[in-house]
């Protein structure tokens, strides 16, 4: 099809589109308005079961299945990038030399890095008090150990950064989610119910029943796939090179 | 206001299709399918938005003291993002696969087969 044909049908498409989306909000509930039956029952479930995230109470209890599929789906695409990021026959890999950098850089990022570092692994611990969890707090302690790689040098990086561990840690993070829901079978109730552990003190460390648990394990395979990916994509820049 | 946030989610939706529909470039594509995903946010967060109301976070509010926006929607989000982030991340080592083997990452130029 000549570019001209498409945009003549993308623009026929999208106007259709368009007209029908709008039609659609215009249907909508009010912008702004006080009802939102299932935040509500969301809210009272959550105070029901000492946790004061809400949203943690919804990804790690009340939808807590979902969330497994959710992992999965992590899992699965980091497993489908190293498949399609790994070295081929025809490939080689070259060791990267390091490169000079500027000293403010380098004294900046060496001095964020633990910093960086305490605040993902203090958002992770705090998933079920505060706004974070699991997801976000491993986004941010995994990409803190990368400011190494501004500061010093990849193979500085490399040292701290075991591929294979931390592949090891994202399967065995997704295990300890399972696990965890299994253990609500054997303690008689159904699959990831949080019916198993003390609901604690509203607003602590130990509320939430198995609320701290799961979002200790998503935290974990978060961290772990998300160096896992960045190791392949920075392979796939720094390292390997075509030819022999 | 009224209904001006949904109509933002739905312009950013056709932006990013007239943007996947006309990219002359794999990465840009990408990019294009991101914003794509990233009306769904906009969308989901005013049906949650509520007037005068904080969030679901009671760790500094007293329960029942003051109204908080929906937040099954704000955790709908989350999935989204998290989607979001590992589809982007696996077509882009797709990307890098194509362009290693093809050597062009114009959508339009990779029309023959290669084995």
């Known amino acids: ?21 709008v039609a659609a909000c215009l249907d909508l509930p009010a912008f702004g308005g006080t009802r939102h039956p299932y935040g509500d029952r969301a809210v009272r479930e959550s105070l029901a079961r000492h946790t004061a995230n809400t949203i943690a109470s919804i990804n790690f209890d009340q939808r807590a299945f979902d969330t497994l599929g959710e992992i999965s789906i992590l899992f699965a695409a980091v497993l489908g990038c190293v498949v399609l990021l790994r070295q081929t026959r025809d490939e080689h890999r070259a060791r990267p030399e390091p490169e000079p950098v500027a000293l403010p850089v380098r004294r900046y990022a060496l001095a964020v890095l633990p910093v960086a570092l305490l605040t993902g692994l203090y958002v992770v611990a705090h998933g079920q008090l505060s706004p974070g969890g699991g997801f976000q707090g491993g986004v941010v302690a995994a990409t803190s150990l990368h400011l190494l790689y501004l500061g010093a ?4 990086l490399e040292r701290i950064r075991p591929v294979g561990l931390y592949e090891v840690g994202d399967a065995l993070a997704v295990s300890a989610y399972l696990v965890t829901g299994l253990a609500g079978l054997i303690g008689g109730t159904a699959f990831l119910a949080n019916t198993l552990l003390p609901y604690g003190t509203f607003n602590t460390l130990s509320s939430g029943g198995t609320v701290p648990l799961l979002n200790a394990a998503v935290g974990m395979e978060v961290a772990c796939a998300v160096v896992v990916l960045l190791a392949r994509f920075l392979d796939q820049a720094v390292e390997i090179e075509k030819g022999k | ?36 995903q990233s009306a769904t946010y ?51 080592a797709l990307v890098v696969q194509v362009s290693k083997r093809h050597g062009t990452v114009d959508p339009d130029a990779l029309s023959e087969l290669r084995g």
């Open chain 1, 1 to 21: 099809m000549s570019r001209r044909a498409r945009l003549w049908l993308v623009a026929v498409g999208g106007g259709a589109l368009a007209a029908l989306l």
């Open chain 1, 153 to 156: 040098d990849y193979r500085a």
């Open chain 2, 1 to 36: 206001m009224g209904v001006l946030p949904y109509l933002v989610a739905v312009w950013i939706f056709l932006v990013g299709c007239y943007g996947l529909a006309t990219s002359r470039n794999l990465i840009h594509a990408v990019g294009c399918l991101s914003v794509c």
């Open chain 2, 42 to 92: 906009v969308l989901l967060l005013a049906v949650g938005y509520r007037d005068d109301a904080t969030a679901p976070v009671f760790s500094d509010v007293k329960p029942g003291s003051r109204p908080v926006v929906d937040p099954v929607v704000q955790a709908l989000t989350l999935t989204d993002v998290v989607v979001g982030a590992t589809v982007t991340a696996l077509l882009l």
